[in-house]
């Protein structure tokens, strides 16, 4: 059984840019979360996924935006790249069967916006 | 609104017991977590509690709750400088998705 494995591990790009951010979940997951972890604070929710849908999204504009594969893998796309998004980016894939599902973090990706 | 608070900062002695301690304001949440990350790591799930439950042992890891009070903590036995990382308590939210609310997490430091 693979974890979750996210790509690229680290990246940087100037402000305006745009930026793809890829996880792969842990086999046999239907259910991809990420979350977005600024220098010295917890992770923040931006979405989740669950069989190809967006099902919840937390405090982030439109410009954050996302994929979820037929085989269960993830995009993270975000557009007008600011300052602040500068952060680490996590993904978590989960088996969705009601009550109790564990999420499985993968390592993140570090954006740096310059 | 959802809100979940640690202390910053915890030094302690090798040998020695850690206790984290971590409130939180949705008392709807029906799963608390705590997770660790190392320098460079993702997050690692340590244990997690269901809100109807006071107290989970796992290990050298204890988990109390107190409802009440919206108060978590975790306590490490014999704590080893491998723990050295820092640690997130998080809150389920309630609802029909997996969406977790981490505190801003507790460095934990373990000296000689």
């Known amino acids: 059984e693979t974890g979750v494995t996210q790509s690229p591990t680290h990246l940087i790009k100037t402000r305006g840019q745009q930026v793809t951010l890829r996880c792969s979940s842990q086999s046999g997951h239907n259910t991809v979360s990420w979350y977005q972890q600024a220098l010295g604070q917890g992770p923040q929710f931006i979405f989740q996924y669950y069989r190809e849908e967006e099902n919840g999204r937390g405090n982030f504009p439109p410009r954050f935006s996302g994929l979820q594969f037929p085989n269960y893998s993830s995009e993270l796309n975000v557009n007008a790249l600011e300052l602040d998004d500068s952060a680490l980016y996590l993904c978590?894939?989960?088996?969705?069967?009601?009550?109790?599902?564990?999420?499985?973090f993968g390592p993140g990706t570090r954006l740096t916006v310059l | 609104g959802e809100d979940v608070e640690q202390s910053l900062f915890l030094s302690v002695r090798e040998g020695d017991s850690s206790v984290i301690n971590c409130t939180y304001t949705?008392?709807?949440?029906?799963?608390l977590y705590w997770y660790k990350q190392e320098p460079g790591a993702g997050l690692q799930l340590l244990t997690y509690i269901f809100s109807n439950m006071d107290m989970k042992q796992d290990q050298r890891l204890t988990v109390l709750l107190n409802k009440k009070d919206k108060h978590l903590s975790l306590r490490i036995a014999d704590t080893q400088t491998g723990d050295s990382a820092i640690y997130f308590c998080?809150?389920?939210?309630?609802?029909?998705?997996?969406?977790?609310?981490f505190g801003a997490g507790t460095r934990l430091a373990v000296h000689p």
């Open positions: 949705d008392s709807s949440s029906t799963y």
């Open positions: 998080a809150e389920r939210e309630a609802g029909g998705y997996n969406k977790l609310i």
């Open positions: 978590a894939s989960s088996l969705d069967r009601g009550g109790y599902n564990e999420q499985f």
